[in-house]
Structures are given as structure tokens and as C-alpha cells.
T-cell receptor
Framework: GQNIDQPTEMTATEGAIVQINCTYQ??????LFWYQQHAGEAPTFLSY????GLEEKGRFSSFLSRSKGYSYLLLKELQMKDSASYLC????????????FGGGTRLMVKP | DAGVTQSPTHLIKTRGQQVTLRCSPI?????VSWYQQVLGQGPQFIFQ???????GRGNFPDRFSARQFPNYSSELNVNALLLGDSALYLC???????????FGDGTRLSIL
């Protein structure tokens, strides 16, 4: 099985940088995904890591270390609209692209 | 292009009833997955279909069933509804194997 841990809540200031961590225990996975979910809305895809290292997409970057069972999502130049839940998810080998999600991290951005 | 569409948006049922939720994938996507999201938690995988065949099933009771049609749309059925079935039901579609899944806005199901 897969076990994914994320902090429940985080608070950061507008304009700052925040790092949301995700640790996991699994026998193997194909890729690690990050999704953003605003309250009452659908999750939207942010980033995807297959190999170790950093993937950068504008203000958002995601990092993966398979050997350490660890990923993080980095948000730069925080904006009020970044207040949302951030979900870390894995796809298991030989299971199509079924996603196993962590509980999500609720980020509150303050002025 | 239209994204993943789900219907209905909201639904209220009573215990013991049955419900059918519908999903249309992004045009060209052949894989559809269903997830249940309880308030304050991450989505939990229920089913995945690809080319009308079941590819995966999560840890849900047999009261939950699904199917995929030739046009790749999908239905999720839940029988003998329980209070604990109250949740947001999300449908996601994807194209290539391993590619990102794109979610619809979900159906919020409330059981009274």
C-alpha cells in the first residue's frame, strides 16, 4: 500500500515563499503529482515529477527525492488567490494512473 | 474545449435510496476515474475505466458500481445509500497512460 503524509495547515504572508512538504512510504510508484484545490472546487493539476529533481512552472516548483521518500511544492511570490488546499498524490505501478492522495495541506495566505 | 463535465452538481437523497452520477471526459480522453472526497480529506479512489473496461477498483463496498460507455462517458451508481456516503464525488479523465488526470467540478451528494 501507499502512505502519504502532509502538514494539515500552513500560513504564509503575501509576497513570501512557502514550501509544502510531502513524505510517503510505498513499495513503488510511477509519478508524484501536486494538485491545487480551492474550497468547493475541483482539484486542478499543478505539477508532475517522475525523476528526482526540480520541476519549475512559473511561480510553482516541485521537487522529488525517491531515495528519501520526499517531495515538496514551492510557491513563490505568494498571492491571496493561492489560499487553497494542496494535494500530493502518487500513481502506483501496474495500476493504470490511479491516484493515491495525501490528506492535503490547507494554505492560508495573509496580507 | 470543454473540460470534464459532471451531473448533477448537487443531489440530496435519503438512506436506502440509489443514486446515479454522470461524467463526460475531455474530448479524446479514454480513461475515466471516480473519487470520493469527504470534507477535509484528500480524494479516495473508487474506480478507473479505460476503453470501457474496469482497470482498477478501490476499497469500496459492492454497493458502488460503475460503467463506461462507447463514447467514453461514465456513470457511477451507489445503492442502499448510507449517511457516510455523503461526500463530493469527483470524476477525472486522462489521455496517455500515466499522464495527469483532469478533474470535473464534482457532484456533492448529501444523504439525509
Amino acid at each position: 500500500g501507499q502512505n502519504i503524509d502532509q502538514p494539515t495547515e500552513m500560513t504564509a504572508t503575501e509576497g513570501a515563499i512557502v514550501q509544502i512538504n510531502c513524505t510517503y512510504q510505498t513499495s513503488g510508484f510511477n509519478g508524484l503529482f501536486w494538485y491545487q484545490q480551492h474550497a468547493g472546487e475541483a482539484p486542478t493539476f499543478l505539477s508532475y515529477n517522475v525523476l528526482d529533481g526540480l520541476e519549475e512552472k512559473g511561480r510553482f516548483s516541485s521537487f522529488l527525492s525517491r531515495s528519501k521518500g520526499y517531495s515538496y511544492l514551492l510557491l513563490k511570490e505568494l498571492q491571496m488567490k493561492d489560499s487553497a488546499s494542496y494535494l500530493c498524490a502518487l500513481t502506483a505501478p501496474n495500476a493504470g494512473n490511479m491516484l493515491t492522495f495525501g490528506g492535503g495541506t490547507r494554505l492560508m495566505v495573509k496580507p | 474545449d470543454a473540460g470534464v463535465t459532471q451531473s448533477p452538481t448537487h443531489l440530496i437523497k435519503t438512506r436506502g435510496q440509489q443514486v446515479t452520477l454522470r461524467c463526460s471526459p475531455i474530448s479524446g480522453h479514454k480513461s475515466v476515474s471516480w473519487y470520493q472526497q469527504v470534507l477535509g480529506q484528500g480524494p479516495q479512489f473508487i474506480f478507473q475505466y479505460y476503453e470501457k473496461e474496469e482497470r482498477g477498483r478501490g476499497n469500496f463496498p459492492d454497493r458502488f458500481s460503475a460503467r463506461q460507455f462507447p463514447n467514453y462517458s461514465s456513470e457511477l451508481n451507489v445503492n442502499a445509500l448510507l449517511l457516510g456516503d455523503s461526500a463530493l464525488y469527483l470524476c477525472a479523465s486522462s489521455g496517455a497512460s500515466g499522464g495527469p488526470q483532469h478533474f470535473g467540478d464534482g457532484t456533492r451528494l448529501s444523504i439525509l
